[in-house]
């Protein structure tokens, strides 16, 4: 046994890395053989005697009260101790008791301390035990495969909820009973604490309703995932006995469905819509290919002509005479005579037909309408009548 | 005429036999179908005209079209094949669902070690061709993905998550009454 503070936090500091070891390892067997690793015998024993490590077949372990002191420190309990609240509050409720019985101030300081200690920590349990509730449902509707064991876990965190829940209204309760006291007493930090603890309650309870809601839904739809599968393994069983469609009602479900989707359908086919430019690159070629490949389809060959006969290319070359309709334009322009007068006397490369003088005429005309003039007087040449025009430079 | 402004988009996608899904793994799909969501009636009366009907469900959408270009034969073969594949993969995960994440990897090694497995898939197998084990099993997870239901979230590691749209096939299934065998 260690008789005073300083000699315990000496002891815990001269081996505070077998400490540390073995409370990051307190959710399993320590070998008697894995502590002699780091500490020699006699030291364990002197650590077993000073009651911080206890002994339990060939395992070693902290001490309870240690264990207990260090997860409550560093906050690192994953468990749910909703009892503790409860403890608490009958202790709340007997200090101040106490403390309107007591009549000597200084006693009654004391109880005053005990009490604005437990308003402090209070609210902060229940916070913690949301908190791990909150863990703990989470992780098991989504880590736990079972459909039986993930119901029967949540459940019993359900219950767990709802015990949290009453002793959050119990907390409540007991405040307001206690308000002639809050009232009486003296302390304005107490009354603070009383008040403040009224604001947390009520955050806390919006929170616990709200993971209450969530636990409803994750128990129902871990129900109904195991309806499905149980539905699933009966469908299943149908189609291996080939009954399907004589002992469901999948037929009519067939049947009667317009809006399903195209999977159980036919997709539409639609024109293949490539970027027309694309044509022009020059790896789509290659790009066909690949595709053809992949889609273990052949490649359409192309219709090819016959080859060309040599003797096409010896022949005299057929050459079309093709009139500048622009320099025939700036040459009219110099002009003061009429278009189609200016047409017919200009001396071509080659011989032009009258009908070809007549598309040049309604070419030039219409290509250049901004700057001819168009008088109102006819003409006729060979039965043919035309519009008389006119260069505006000729005024 | 005006149209909502990613009708493009949305059609190309869905126009294919595509879901959109909220829990796509591609952002752009689940931006589209946010969209979609807000300006469901404009989609709506605009793919309606060019002879879509928009159908939304929990969490997804897509195209119905009155095509019936498949008997109703062929449409009970695909719900058959779809019983087969989704009884197989709540055999090898209960929680399997909407969100379930597996890799090829991962389900192979399932079914190595489960005989109930390893049978049902030697099942589905619909070539005698030889195939691996691990390709068996790809293969199965890439139906789930030509039928819109799953989606492929992580190429290299063979990473695959079942979307909403699975809702649907689990709903329409879930329709099916099954009497009770003595």
Do not use: W
């Amino acid at each position: 046994m260690i008789p005073n503070i300083p000699r315990l936090l000496s002891v815990l500091n001269r081996d505070k890395r077998l400490f540390e070891a073995m409370f990051e390892k307190r959710h399993r067997l320590v070998t008697t053989h894995e502590i002699l690793a780091d500490i020699d015998e006699d030291r364990l024993d002197f650590l077993l005697d000073s009651e911080l490590l206890v002994n339990s077949d060939d395992s070693i372990e902290l001490d309870d009260r240690l264990l207990s002191f260090f997860e409550e420190v560093l906050d690192a309990s994953g468990d749910v101790e909703i009892g503790d609240v409860d403890e608490l509050l009958s202790n709340m409720e007997h200090n101040i008791a106490l403390y309107s019985r007591e009549t000597l101030s200084s006693s009654k300081d004391r109880y005053l301390i005990k009490i604005q200690r437990i308003l402090k920590k209070i609210p902060n349990m229940i916070l913690k035990n949301l908190n791990l509730l909150q863990l703990h449902i989470g992780l098991t509707y989504k880590t736990q495969k079972s459909h039986q064991n993930k119901i029967i876990e949540l459940e019993h965190y359900q219950s767990k909820l709802e015990k949290l829940i009453s002793i959050e209204a119990k907390v409540d309760t007991v405040l307001n009973l206690q308000e002639a006291f809050f009232k009486r007493v003296g302390s304005h930090e107490t009354v603070i604490l009383s008040l403040r603890l009224k604001g947390r309650l009520r955050e806390l309870r919006v929170s616990l309703n709200s993971l209450q809601q969530e636990v409803i839904e994750y128990i129902n739809k871990t129900l109904t995932s195991r309806h499905f599968f149980e539905h699933m393994i009966k469908l299943k069983e149908l189609r291996l006995s080939q009954e399907m469609r004589e002992r469901s009602n999948v037929m009519l479900l067939l049947e009667g469905n317009q809006t399903m989707p195209f999977t159980f359908d036919t997709v539409p086919k639609y024109p293949l819509h490539l970027e027309k430019e694309y044509v022009y690159e020059e790896e789509f070629d290659e790009i066909i290919e690949k595709l053809s490949i992949e889609s273990g389809r052949k490649l359409v060959q192309p219709r090819v002509a016959e080859a060309v006969d040599e003797s096409f290319f010896l022949e005299e070359e057929n050459q079309a005479s093709l009139v500048d309709i622009d320099a025939l334009h700036e040459q009219f322009m110099q002009t003061k005579i009429d278009l189609f007068s200016f047409i017919l006397g200009h001396d071509f490369e080659s011989e032009k037909s009258f009908e070809a003088i007549i598309e040049i005429y309604c070419q030039m005309a219409l290509m250049f309408t901004e700057f001819y003039n168009f008088s109102s007087q006819y003409a006729i040449k060979d039965g043919f009548e035309y519009l008389e025009v006119y260069s505006q430079g000729a005024d | 005429m005006s149209y909502p402004k990613y009708t493009q988009e949305v059609f190309e996608l869905l126009s294919r036999g595509h879901f959109l899904c909220d829990n796509s793994p591609h952002r752009s799909e689940r931006k589209l179908y946010d969209i979609c969501l807000e300006d469901l009636h404009e989609y709506r009366d605009y793919f309606n005209q060019i002879g879509f009907g928009l159908e939304e469900g929990d969490g997804y959408f897509y195209f119905s079209k009155s095509l019936n270009s498949k008997s109703i034969e062929e449409k009970l073969q695909k719900v058959l094949e779809y019983i087969d594949l989704v009884e197989l993969m709540l055999q090898y995960s209960p929680t399997f669902g909407v969100g379930f994440r597996t890799t090829v990897a991962e389900f192979s090694i399932a079914v190595k070690g489960n005989a109930v497995l390893k049978d049902r898939l030697e099942r589905l197998r619909s070539s005698s061709a030889n195939i691996t084990l691990h390709q068996q099993c790809s293969r199965v997870l890439d139906a789930f993905v030509k039928g819109g239901f799953m989606a492929v979230e992580n190429e290299h590691e063979q990473r695959y998550r079942v979307l909403t749209s699975y809702n649907y096939l689990e709903t329409f299934l879930s329709a099916i009454e099954v009497p009770d065998f003595e």
